[in-house]
């Protein structure tokens, strides 16, 4: 539905001083998030740099029909950004602000536009801890963050982005404001409405600000590096740590393609023949640490690990996560385009899952390097390929398919971390059914009535 | 990028390399100023995607937005794909002024007085320099400036006098003999580049680059008169030129004939390592310039290659370190450089925060951009300032010079010096 007239001006006229910009040179790098592939040029992008100047442009937006897409950083994995056609880009990056630390009840209030790794320093400069820390966090923004519910390497333990929301300023489609939540560990008045908001991708409401759980820091912290000749002795050492109950922070693991992509970049010597690394790290109190650290050593190596290191000392702690943390990094240079997917499975089914991977691989001529979360069953299968080859793209697809239907059918689900968004929203009724799509339809028409905010993502209304 | 490649011509995969994951914003000064994507290296890769797909043309917008980048390479050490970003930028700066976005006839007056005439011949250069330097030596600058001359020039030209660097008495080669032989045994031969600015601005810095190289066993060999080596050609869009002069140079060193060809200006430095993909496509000069990329070092990179000699002359002085972008995002040479300043005895050197951050010099982004640029020297001096040391050490002319200026804006009672300088002066020290 395009726009009668200049909308543009429109827009200028109906929200005053608000930045707005229209040029080609101006909205073409806004016409993409960290997605492969996907792309759509808006009719404009705006930045506001209030609560009030997000109230004008909804306003605005519901007056004329216009649809729009906000956006933090851009750096989501599942197009959850991406504009959409004759609609604005609603961009926050200007409102970074940390607005409170709050020591006495151990929370942290900024805008959403606030860095993510902003609000982890913040916490630490008080001595405490916001845990969440998705690959991206060093530009990933607080707003996106909440908006998809991001995850991160601490997951099994410290929990996700959803465990850390004490309560949202939102805005509502029309430019209705409301805040949901506060600073209360236990409140029962009625729905707890921010949930709704959290990993609703920018659908319901536009996130102005964001009020944050603290914890405090673990005292000490140990990290332990495992290699196997078997992916299944990986994953039975991760199943006996927990089932002796000790929960480590990272339970980290690359596959044989990862190892060797991430040796050939980074040559650190790992053994080109391993099928399975294992990063693992215990924190908290010093004692419990080291208790933990020597059972989990024990384990390992019961469990069949051909070698085991344990870091001394912090730098040493750093060199072993550097096979982990170059992984992307490493197979994002083997080739031309890089599809980071994030398939989840019940952990049990791990191994299982990475070797139907490998399978799916084979079967489809396609090179994929595994590697992700052991401890939370959330695998980052990546896809090394190119967009312009479409016979490949075809077999990507394809694969791609295969593998959401496999984790689906072992319990798992479509996606872990990185959202629904446009990639996967061909696979989201095959994952939760028809009943629940109908019940997110309901829900956002209700906050919604026009669909004008980030319309198509997810879901498509009519089904 | 080999001469005559545009975006539209080259390979594909290099701009296809930008996975948008967007690493790259925290890193980049233009977009830490602005958090507008278009002024981040994701989004001007975008649009140099644009341009190579035929969905945008060379713009005015897309000719300032280059310009506006300071080409200091931060993105290229935070990204996790390994984009070669410097050839992109090259590449779409070359387009801009291929496609004559920006043309305007006193940039044209200005461009063809600098890039084309002065920049390639270096005796003129030095006659220019030599000018300057009468002019400053005389006393008439400092006349001008008691009676506010300065102030009668239209705005741009005063700032641009402000900025006129100190020429030195003598240039390099009349500092440096074409060959000079180490007392010892000699272990390695070496070409030394004199530079451009370096050689009339810093040629004293020549001279203790030639000294300690001379201390570490090195045979030098400095010719007279050397050309620029095209970087600033290469930077600013006239990649014809560069290779021109790229030619020049090798014909000048033959890189067969040398163990390392060593430069100590990390702009230079840089560009000098990439001879080879500027002139792939030469039949003549291709092998020889990919030689001449493997002998190319940055003077501190080779003195910690050849394990330089410990210095015996003490040096009490507190030292922070700013990393020129050429070095440590260019070259990503780190290391070297600090071990120098550590093996002196007595020096401490202080972590500067944000060293890798541009200081806006960036070549001639404080001539053209003066306002990012003077952002940029605050910050840097600032962070200066935090670290309460006396000397600041670097080594690339024009941070030298920017941070200089900045200093003296704020009349600091802190020097700037390189660290061959400081090893230069612990070895003459021994003699004492």
Redesign the interface.
């Known amino acids: 539905m395009a726009f009668p007239g200049n909308l543009t001006a429109a827009l200028r006229a109906g929200c005053a001083g608000l930045e707005v910009r229209d040029q080609p040179e101006e909205l073409i790098p806004y016409s993409f998030d960290g997605t492969a592939v996907l792309q759509q040029l808006p009719a404009a992008v705006v930045f506001a740099k209030s609560t009030q100047e997000v109230v004008s442009v909804l306003r605005w937006s519901a007056l004329n029909k216009v649809p729009v897409v906000t956006r933090g950083s851009g750096t989501g994995l599942s197009g959850g950004s991406v504009p959409v056609p004759g609609g604005i880009v609603l961009c926050l990056s200007k409102m970074d602000k940390i607005l409170e630390v709050d020591a006495a009840n151990l929370t942290l209030r900024a805008e959403s536009g606030a860095l993510t790794a902003t609000i982890s320093g913040a916490a630490e400069k008080a001595g405490l801890f916001y845990p969440p820390d998705p690959g991206s966090m060093k530009i990933s923004t607080i707003g996106g963050n909440v908006a998809e519910n991001s995850g991160g390497l601490r997951g099994l333990k410290y929990g996700v982005t959803r465990d850390y929301v004490m309560g949202l300023e939102v805005v509502l489609s029309g430019g209705e404001v409301i805040w949901t939540g506060n600073k209360c560990v236990k409140d029962v008045a009625g729905y707890t409405l921010r949930d709704l908001f959290i990993g609703s991708e920018g659908t319901l409401g536009v996130i102005t600000q964001v009020l944050l759980k603290l914890i405090p820091p673990p005292a000490a912290r140990k990290t332990m590096l495992a290699v196997y000749d078997d992916m299944e002795k990986a994953a039975h050492t991760v199943s006996a740590i927990i089932a002796a109950k000790i929960i480590p922070c990272t339970l980290e693991f690359l596959d044989r393609v990862t190892i060797r992509c991430v040796e050939d970049y980074a040559k650190i010597g790992l053994p080109r023949d391993a099928e399975a690394i294992l990063l693992m790290e215990t924190d908290g109190h010093p004692a419990a640490v080291e208790m933990e650290a020597a059972a989990m050593e024990k384990i390992a190596r019961e469990n069949g690990a051909r070698s085991l290191k344990t870091a001394a000392h912090a730098a040493e702690a750093a060199s072993l996560a550097t096979a982990r943390r170059s992984a992307f990094s490493a197979l994002a240079r083997v080739a031309p385009t890089t599809i980071l997917e994030d398939a989840t499975v019940p952990r049990n089914c791990l191994p299982e899952m990475i070797g139907f991977i490998q399978e799916v691989g084979k079967k489809h001529r396609l090179k994929i390097g595994t590697f992700g979360h052991m401890g939370d069953g959330n695998l980052h299968p990546t896809f090394l390929t190119d967009e312009k080859n479409r016979d490949e793209m075809h077999r990507v697809e394809a694969a791609m398919q295969e593998i959401f239907h496999r984790a689906v059918e072992l319990g798992g689900t479509i996606t872990g971390e990185h959202g629904v968004g446009l990639a996967k929203k061909k696979f989201l009724e095959g994952a939760v059914g028809r009943e629940n799509v109908a019940i997110m339809r309901r829900i956002k028409l209700a906050l919604d009535p026009h669909g004008l905010l980030n319309p198509g993502k997810i879901f498509d209304l009519s089904s | 990028m080999s001469s005559g490649e545009t975006l539209a011509s080259l390979d594909?995969?290099i701009l296809?390399?930008c996975?948008?994951?967007?690493?790259c914003?925290?890193t980049c000064p233009t977009y830490d100023a602005t958090?507008?994507?278009?002024h981040?290296p994701?989004?001007?890769i975008?649009?140099m995607r644009?341009i190579a797909d035929g969905?945008?043309a060379p713009?005015r917008?897309?000719g300032e937005?280059m310009s506006y980048c300071l080409g200091c390479l931060a993105c290229e050490t935070a990204c996790?794909?390994?984009v070669d970003y410097a050839h992109l930028f090259e590449t779409a700066r070359a387009d801009g002024e291929r496609a004559g976005v920006l043309d305007h006839p006193l940039r044209r007056i200005v461009r063809g007085l600098t890039l084309k005439f002065l920049f390639t011949h270096p005796r003129c250069l030095r006659m220019a320099g030599r000018l300057l330097w009468l002019y400053q030596a005389s006393g008439l600058q400092k006349l001008a400036r008691v009676l506010g001359l300065p102030r009668l020039l239209p705005n741009r030209l005063r700032e641009l006098e402000a900025l006129t660097p100190i020429i030195l008495a003598k240039f390099s080669h009349q500092l440096i003999a074409p060959v000079e032989n180490p007392k010892e045994k000699r272990r390695y031969r070496v070409g030394l580049l004199t530079g451009c600015v370096q050689d009339l601005v810093f040629a004293d810095i020549n001279r203790d680059t030639a000294d300690v190289l001379l201390a570490n066993g090195c045979e030098v060999v400095t010719p007279p008169v050397q050309p620029c080596c095209g970087s600033l050609h290469a930077h600013n869009g006239d990649p014809e030129t560069a290779a021109g002069m790229a030619r020049r140079m090798i014909d000048l060193f033959n890189p067969a004939s040398f163990d390392a060809i060593v430069t100590n200006a990390a702009g230079c430095g840089s560009h000098l390592k990439n001879y080879g993909r500027l002139l792939d496509g030469d039949p003549v000069y291709a092998n020889r310039a990919r030689e001449w990329d493997r002998k190319v070092k940055d003077i501190q990179e080779w003195l910690v290659e050849i394990g330089f000699r410990t210095p015996k002359g003490v040096i009490r002085e507190r030292v922070t370190y700013h990393e020129a972008c050429h070095l440590c995002h260019g070259q990503k040479i780190t290391r070297q450089p600090r071990e120098i300043l550590r093996s002196i005895p007595g020096l401490e050197l202080v972590e500067l925060p944000e060293s890798t951050w541009c200081c806006g010099s960036a070549g001639v982004y404080n001539l053209t951009q003066p306002e990012t640029a003077m952002a940029l020297q605050k910050r840097k001096v600032g962070h200066i300032f935090s670290t309460q040391v006396r000397v600041v050490a670097t080594s690339n002319p024009g941070c030298h010079l920017q941070i200089s200026i900045g200093l003296a804006r704020r009349q600091a009672d802190v020097r700037v010096d390189q660290p061959v300088s400081l090893l230069a002066r612990a070895y003459r020290l021994e003699k004492d």
């Not at chain 2, 996975?19 to 690493?23: A, D, K, T, V």
């Not at chain 2, 958090?35 to 278009?38: A, R």
């Open positions: 594909y995969s296809q390399q996975m948008h994951c967007g690493l914003l925290p958090k507008n994507e278009q981040s994701r989004g001007r975008s649009l644009a969905r945008l713009t917008g897309f937005e996790p794909a390994g």
